[in-house]
């Protein structure tokens, strides 16, 4: 996944955040919503990050401000 585990600046905003139990499967889904804004964004400017609860996977999206659409 481009931008997954990357530094991306000293001030990442929290864009997106998916929650257990289907969190994987609502990241693609708002991945593939918003593939036209992130196809700008370069790759070193964004991340994914995955994680894990007692209940199950979540996933995050962090996006460097200065790269920030705004449509987010």
Request: charged share 25%.
């Amino acid at each position: 996944m481009a931008g997954e585990l990357l530094p991306i600046g000293f001030r990442p905003k929290l864009v997106a955040s998916f929650e257990p139990p289907d969190a994987v499967a609502r990241f693609e889904e708002w991945r593939a919503a918003h593939a036209d804004a992130l196809a700008g964004i370069p790759a070193d400017a964004w991340r994914v990050e995955y994680g894990r609860t007692g209940v199950g996977q979540y996933v995050r999206v962090r996006m460097d401000e200065t790269h920030l659409p705004e449509s987010f």
